[in-house]
């Protein structure tokens, strides 16, 4: 038995050497593929994994417990550190919550925008998704080829918002922002040119002996499974379940957009695979359906709701009452009525919910994070047991986890 | 007199309060005859205390005692295929309670019902990994962040916080700080209970930075020599904790790093 309080490793009841001809291994939370700070702890049979248990809470930081203590405003730059792969759909799924609670709705504009943006963020975290998925079974040139397009992406998201990774670039009730000139060419620009280098990533992986071998019949769950272990997203919709949020419980302009949900009934971490890419075609034909909407629309980029949301900067400096009540909602922070919700967003990983309670203080009483990837490591413990030591890496890809909304 | 400070909730609280103000409330609108979630309450019958629609969804309120029945019910008849979220709300402070909730989702009707149960401090709550497994992880962190227990359970252990950590840290009396075995938690593991005296409250922390080190760190702006004192005749002002009953930190304590 070692002593828990010097300073040596130490591991909670763990034996590694079993009397049945079993090992028990840690797998992280220092493994490169591990996608960030995972312990997982397997027990082998030879190469057969018989038991995992995920281990979480190494990147834990109390995201919840900092939301009651800040006001609503103050919390968004703090849901960027969830799922920091894909910023703006953790700003949006807060403000859309937050919108919800209010009874308040962002101008055109700013919806416009705001899809603009998710659908950018979007193609960025599956864009990373099969750079690290590929990296991880051994695909390395992928790795290179995707995050070029990732940095094109990327710089799109900086020229707006001037940040690369932590974007805070949704408000409550809007956008600070307007689109910087010429922005919407360097879009056009760069969706023109996306599909070109999907239809490369396929052209190396789809029909690669390799890739098919190490991922078909890799990861399977069937779509009651994956209903019942709270699978969401790709991971859903991999299982043969049609079920997007985008289409299902529209939010802000995907009701008007024409777009087609892929489904795969292949269950496997293939099919998933293929959906990723397919969804990426799709997030080009949405921008694609954007860009002409955006010059119809008023200039207005935030909602008008003076009890809640700060009045435009130029009325704050030309209107006395604007600025006074610009003052009391930054330094008292907004009061939104009783009462609570849930809403749910359709975020690369899968559905991203925030349920916030409030009891018409400026503090959250209860801020509860859904995050996709927790119910995802989660079903680890199952689909782990009985594949080789090989696929572990292939099926924590698979997955798509990020332990920033893991851990939260 | 000095200002009192509640002890049973100590979150952030509002600093300017209307006591003429009277928060409004989401609205809560009637379950209408003939839609989805008519349905849903009928099927339920006098399982749900209450029921009402707020924002989209039906909240429905139950005994918390009958909790695996109806959710057993809402899968199994209602087609509530999926436990989306699971947590609860501490009201203890209120209430002497905890409020906890069960979101569920039904794909084919795209309908959302949220369950909301009561339950007192020392209760437990039946488990519904039988019906959802989604529930493992998340009645696994109910318990760790609030202390609820959670019965027929496979595996009921904390799964954020460490194995051997003491206290919940989403209850409203525990400080967004910590506590203070949150404080000393490295220090008691890796050396030993008997270690705080010897580092002292002012090293615990490897991430704090004296304001007068010339040493470790550059000034820039307005660079000075290596070593300088800079303090500019101020003397150093000690952390103070408040006494507990076991250990005076501040009286045992030693300054590590003296300033002439």
Redesign the interface.
């Known amino acids: 038995m070692q002593q828990p309080n010097k300073l040596t490793p130490f591991f909670e009841n763990l034996n590694f050497e079993r009397e049945n001809n079993t090992m028990v291994i840690n797998f992280g939370p220092q493994h490169p593929s591990a996608h960030g700070q995972l312990r997982l702890v397997l027990e082998l049979d030879g190469e057969l994994v018989t038991k995992a248990y995920p281990d979480i809470g190494y990147l834990h930081r109390g995201i919840e417990k900092m939301a009651e203590n800040m006001m609503y405003n103050e919390f968004l730059p703090t849901t960027d550190r969830l799922d920091y792969i894909a910023s703006t759909s953790n700003n949006y799924a807060y403000a859309h919550a937050v919108e919800k609670l209010l009874g308040i709705e962002a101008p055109r504009r700013a919806q416009v925008i705001r899809t603009m943006l998710l659908e950018i963020n979007r193609i960025i975290s599956h864009l990373f998704f099969l750079a690290t998925h590929a990296l991880d079974v051994g695909a390395m040139s992928v790795f290179l080829y995707a995050f070029r397009e990732r940095e094109f992406a990327m710089d799109l998201m900086e020229d707006y918002c001037g940040a690369r990774l932590t974007h805070s670039a949704v408000r409550i009730g809007g956008v600070p922002l307007d689109l910087p000139a010429g922005w919407i060419e360097k879009l056009a620009a760069y969706i023109e040119k996306l599909p070109e280098a999907v239809k490369m990533y396929e052209d190396l992986l789809t029909e690669n002996r390799i890739w098919k071998m190490r991922l078909e019949n890799v990861g399977v769950i069937s779509g009651e499974e994956a209903l019942n272990w709270g699978c969401t997203g790709v991971m859903l919709r991999g299982s043969g379940i049609k079920y997007d949020i985008r289409k299902e419980e529209p939010y802000e302009l995907y009701s008007e957009l024409d777009f087609n949900i892929p489904v795969s009934d292949r269950c496997d971490s293939y099919g998933r695979y293929r959906l990723y890419m397919e969804e990426m075609k799709e997030s080009v034909k949405i921008l694609k359906q954007l860009i002409p909407m955006y010059p119809e629309t008023e200039p207005q980029l935030m909602a008008h709701a003076p009890q809640y949301i700060s009045a435009p900067k130029e009325e704050i400096m030309t209107q006395n009452y604007a600025l006074m009540q610009h003052f009391v909602l930054v330094a008292q922070g907004m009061r939104p009525p009783k009462g609570e919700v849930y809403a749910p967003t359709e975020s690369p990983k899968g559905e991203l919910g925030f349920y916030i309670k409030s009891e018409g203080e400026p503090y959250a009483y209860r801020l509860k994070c859904r995050a996709p990837s927790f119910f995802h490591t989660g079903l680890l413990q199952e689909i782990l047991v009985g594949t080789y030591i090989a696929d572990v890496v292939t099926i924590i890809g698979t997955t798509n986890i990020v332990f920033g909304e893991v851990d939260r | 007199m000095r200002k009192y400070t509640p002890k049973d909730n100590v979150?952030?609280?509002?600093?300017?309060t209307d006591r003429f103000w009277v928060?409004?409330?989401?609205p809560r609108e009637e379950v209408e005859e003939g839609t989805h979630f008519a349905e849903v309450v009928a099927a339920l019958g006098s399982l749900a205390k209450e029921a009402h629609i707020?924002?989209g969804?039906l909240?429905i309120h139950i005994n918390a005692g009958e909790n695996f029945q109806v959710i057993k019910m809402l899968k199994e008849q209602c087609g509530y295929?999926?436990?989306?979220?699971q947590?609860a709300?501490?009201y203890l402070a209120k209430e002497g309670e905890f409020e906890l909730?069960y979101?569920l989702l039904n794909?084919h009707e795209?309908k959302?019902v949220?369950v909301v149960c009561r339950i007192k401090k020392d209760e437990a709550i039946e488990s519904i990994v039988p019906l959802?497994?989604?529930a493992?992880?998340?009645e696994r962190?109910m318990f760790d962040?609030f202390g609820i227990r959670v019965n027929n359970h496979p595996f009921l252990k904390r799964?954020?916080?460490?194995?051997d950590w003491e206290g919940h840290?989403?209850l409203k009396t525990?400080p967004?700080q910590g506590d203070e075995f949150a404080s000393w938690y490295e220090v008691?593991?890796?050396?030993?209970k008997e270690y705080r005296d010897i580092i002292g409250p002012e090293n615990r922390d490897p991430a704090r930075i004296d304001r007068y080190d010339t040493k470790r760190f550059s000034r820039i702006g307005y660079e000075v020599p290596f070593g300088a004192d800079i303090s500019g005749g101020e003397t150093e002002q000690p952390i103070e904790y408040s006494e507990t009953f076991m250990v005076n930190y501040n009286k045992s304590s030693k300054q590590l790093d003296e300033r002439k």
């Open positions: 979150q952030a609280k509002a600093y300017y928060a409004p409330r989401v707020e924002i969804q909240v295929a999926q436990c989306s979220e947590s709300v501490d909730f979101q794909v795209a959302r949220r959802f497994k989604s493992n992880f998340a962190e962040m799964i954020i916080m460490p194995d840290p989403l525990y967004l008691d593991k890796i050396f030993g």
